[in-house]
């Protein structure tokens, strides 16, 4: 059984990982970011999500999913039912990327290579976590948990098995659902992404 109180070896190890994962130079983005954003949560947690990589927000806060996707993420959660603070929260990669444009830091997309380079972090995350459920949340998080390349309208609404025998469902990403132009379809795609979460919070 893991013990997860303060002082207990799983805590430890992850304090420590979170810690070494402050001078990680695995790729070149910790040239880029102000800090490396690492996954937060209860380590007894039975979900853990994986988003993409820490925006703007995220990069000045040192948390994941605290920006707008975050607030889309979070009011997508409350509406399935189920409770963020109960969950572990990551990103497949630590740092974020940007290109400044005048005053604004505009996101660009991590390519493979970085993706790669930080997939043991989240590979170690989830090796103290140990969680039943794991969620992908779009193409670079499923790309990072499969090592492969994934369709997430073909793969979407039923589990993969990961090496470890957990359940990994792939849906999309917040971001993806705020970048919507017509109401209609940003309505339908938000309502679809809830019921997803739906159908995860009945296998947890
Ligand atoms: N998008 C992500 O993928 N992760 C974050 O932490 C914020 C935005």
Same mark, same amino acid.
């Given at each position: 059984e893991r013990r997860l109180e303060p002082g207990s070896n799983v805590r430890k190890a992850w304090e420590a990982l979170m810690e070494e994962a402050r001078g990680c &130079? !695995?790729? =070149?983005?910790y040239k880029c970011g102000t800090q490396t954003v690492f996954g937060e949560g209860p380590? =007894?947690?039975t979900i853990l999500f994986v988003g993409e990589q820490p925006g703007d927000q995220e990069d000045l806060a040192? !948390?994941?999913?605290?920006g707008p996707a975050g607030q889309l993420f979070d009011a997508s959660l409350q509406a399935a039912g189920i =409770? !963020?603070? &109960?969950t572990y929260v990551t990103n497949a990669v630590k740092h974020f990327k940007f290109e400044q444009r005048g005053k604004k830091r505009i996101h660009s997309k991590p390519n493979g290579y970085e993706v790669d380079a930080c997939r043991w972090w989240q590979e170690q995350e989830r090796g103290l976590i140990k969680p039943p459920l794991t969620v992908a949340l779009g193409a670079t998080a499923a790309r990072s948990l499969t090592g492969k390349t994934v369709t997430i309208s073909k793969v979407r609404g039923s589990p993969l098995a990961l090496a470890d025998g957990s359940e990994c469902w792939v849906t999309v990403h917040p971001s993806f659902l705020l970048r919507i132009p017509e109401e209609d379809r940003r309505h339908d795609e938000r309502a679809r992404f809830v019921e997803d979460l739906k159908q995860i919070r009945t296998r947890a």
């Open positions: &130079t !695995r790729c =070149d983005l380590l =007894d947690a040192g !948390r994941p999913f605290v =409770d !963020r603070s &109960t």
